[in-house]
């Protein structure tokens, strides 16, 4: 009975410890970088506003601009400083929703897709993630092309812009209106999006240039050994 007594004192003193740490804590707000007017994202429950640091949350872009017909879209902010008790969030993804995306699929057209990692002009290593949906269904060469073009093209942007710059062009659909506009040629586009566009960690990045030389690697490779089977069928049928 008495060590039940201990017991029970002692989660009463851990449970009086807890609701005292919970009574320091304050919620304190995080709002949107200067691009965005400072517009209040949300709110955290920390120990002090300086404990805001670093923390993530993500917004649909509808409720900064107050626009329905931008509910697609989400962004990720991260706080990257905090003044007068308010953490600064700086946009760190930029996110197409699921559904929107599913809605882009279409009978009788081709839904091509990428991921590759590209340098800004600032020195950011960044993941775009771009789709495209053709006009009509098209030729496997066709479609190869529009990849590496779009590829081609998304680089040579990217590496004369500042990833802030290249956010808010996203958001004001410049970005996407001129990528569609520049594969035209290459073939007709009834859409071209950008399912996501991320900062992405120094460890693991790359670039296209990288990315192309490793696939013209493997393609020599697969030459090479297609040389090699060849010459062994000859060789067989001589023997034969």
Same mark, same amino acid.
């Given at each position: 009975?008495?060590?039940?007594?201990?017991?029970?004192?002692?989660?009463?003193?851990?449970?009086?410890?807890?609701?005292?740490?919970?009574?320091?804590?304050?919620?304190?707000?995080?709002?949107?970088?200067?691009?965005?007017?400072?517009?209040?994202?949300?709110?955290?429950?920390?120990?002090?506003?300086?404990?805001?640091?670093?923390?993530?949350?993500?917004?649909?872009?509808?409720?900064?601009?107050?626009?329905?017909?931008?509910?697609?879209?989400?962004?990720?902010?991260?706080?990257?400083?905090?003044?007068?008790?308010?953490?600064?969030?700086?946009?760190?993804?930029?996110?197409?929703?699921?559904?929107?995306?599913?809605?882009?699929?279409?009978?009788?057209? $081709?839904?091509?897709?990428?991921?590759?990692?590209?340098?800004?002009?600032?020195?950011?290593?960044?993941?775009?993630?771009?789709?495209?949906?053709?006009?009509?269904?098209?030729?496997?060469?066709?479609?190869?092309?529009?990849?590496?073009?779009?590829?081609?093209?998304?680089?040579?942007?990217?590496?004369?812009?500042?990833? $802030?710059?290249?956010?808010?062009?996203?958001?004001?659909?410049?970005?996407?209106?001129?990528?569609?506009?520049?594969?035209?040629?290459?073939?007709?586009?009834?859409?071209?999006?950008?399912?996501?566009?991320?900062?992405?960690?120094?460890?693991?990045?790359?670039?296209?240039?990288?990315?192309?030389?490793?696939?013209?690697?493997?393609?020599?490779?697969?030459?090479?050994?297609?040389?090699?089977?060849?010459?062994?069928?000859?060789?067989?049928?001589?023997?034969?």
């Amino acid at each position: 009975m008495a060590d039940d007594n201990k017991t029970a004192a002692k989660n009463a003193a851990k449970s009086a410890t807890e609701l005292k740490k919970q009574k320091k804590k304050k919620w304190c707000p995080i709002v949107a970088p200067d691009a965005f007017q400072n517009r209040f994202i949300g709110e955290s429950l920390v120990d002090d506003a300086s404990f805001l640091m670093n923390k993530s949350i993500t917004v649909n872009l509808m409720q900064l601009s107050g626009d329905m017909k931008r509910q697609n879209i989400n962004l990720t902010f991260k706080v990257s400083d905090v003044k007068e008790g308010k953490g600064i969030g700086q946009i760190v993804k930029y996110e197409l929703s699921q559904s929107f995306l599913k809605r882009m699929a279409k009978r009788d057209k $081709d839904k091509v897709s990428d991921s590759f990692v590209v340098k800004t002009i600032d020195n950011k290593f960044v993941r775009i993630k771009p789709v495209m949906v053709t006009n009509s269904q098209a030729r496997g060469s066709t479609l190869a092309s529009l990849v590496r073009n779009c590829r081609a093209i998304c680089k040579d942007i990217i590496n004369k812009s500042t990833f $802030d710059q290249l956010i808010l062009d996203l958001v004001d659909y410049k970005f996407q209106k001129y990528i569609r506009e520049s594969l035209h040629k290459t073939y007709p586009l009834r859409n071209f999006e950008v399912k996501s566009f991320a900062l992405e960690s120094k460890k693991k990045k790359e670039t296209v240039e990288e990315e192309l030389f490793e696939q013209m690697k493997q393609k020599q490779k697969k030459k090479e050994q297609e040389k090699i089977d060849a010459a062994e069928e000859e060789t067989g049928a001589k023997t034969q």
